[in-house]
């Protein structure tokens, strides 16, 4: 079975700087998807960003990017230019690419990112 | 809009009741699932659903029922509320090939009493 770390329940960051959420994750599987999920405190799930396992290339989003280690089963998140808006809840998970019974959505315990004014 | 309706978006139990939360989307995504989200935990499957007429256990699944008769509403059931089971629920779904994420629905916060 496949498992989502994320070791840091509270991180801090000043607005306008940069913060990094790590996560890591545990899977016999080749090929596969991972996302982070934001939740604010209105309760929504919302899709930040996402990996193909299969892309070496990093993910990017805005000012949202990642640091996909595939061999290290690393998947952090990177925040520049940090506004008010992204203090929120932040959710790593991870998906099989093989669909069907494998399709659930695997989730980390979650950190919560406040940013300071 | 298209997307994942749930119902109720609040709930007071007592211990004992039975109740159903219902889950409706219009995506014609054949994969739904529900999560139940407790604070240090993350989000927990309960059941998830690969189609109509089939649906499986996922890691908490006991005290919950469902059933899946089609595509569109995976409803969510408890048989006999527990204070356990006071929680925040996410219904989600998505084609099962598909490499983006699940479509979520905007939670129910259950309480248990």
């Known amino acids: 079975a496949q498992t989502v770390t994320q070791s840091q329940p509270e991180m801090s960051v000043q607005e306008a700087e940069t913060v990094t959420l790590s996560c890591t994750y545990d899977t016999s599987e080749s090929d596969y998807y991972l996302f982070w999920y934001k939740q604010p405190p209105s309760r929504q799930m919302i899709l930040v960003i996402r990996?193909?396992?299969?892309?070496?290339q990093n993910a990017t989003e805005n000012r949202f990017s990642v640091n996909f280690q595939k061999a290290a089963k690393s998947f952090s998140l990177k925040i520049s230019d940090s506004q008010l808006g992204d203090a929120a809840m932040y959710f790593c998970a991870y998906r099989s690419a093989y669909g069907g019974a494998n399709s659930k959505l695997t989730f980390g315990k979650g950190i919560t990112l406040s940013v300071r004014p | 809009n298209a997307g994942v309706t749930q119902t109720p978006k609040f709930q007071v139990l007592k211990t004992g009741q039975s109740m159903t939360l219902q889950c409706a989307q219009d995506m014609n995504h054949e994969y739904m699932s529900w999560y139940r989200q407790d604070p240090g935990m993350g989000l927990r499957l309960i059941h998830y659903s690969v189609g109509a007429g089939i649906t499986d256990q996922g890691e908490v699944p006991n005290g919950y029922n469902v059933s899946r008769s089609t595509t569109e509403d995976f409803p969510l059931r408890l048989l006999s509320a527990a204070p356990s089971q006071t929680s925040v629920y996410f219904c989600?779904?998505?084609?099962?090939?598909?490499?983006?994420?699940?479509?979520f629905g905007s939670g129910t916060r259950l309480t248990v009493v």
């Open positions: 989600a779904s998505s084609y099962s090939l598909d490499n983006y994420g699940y479509t």
């Open positions: 990996q193909e396992a299969y892309k070496q």
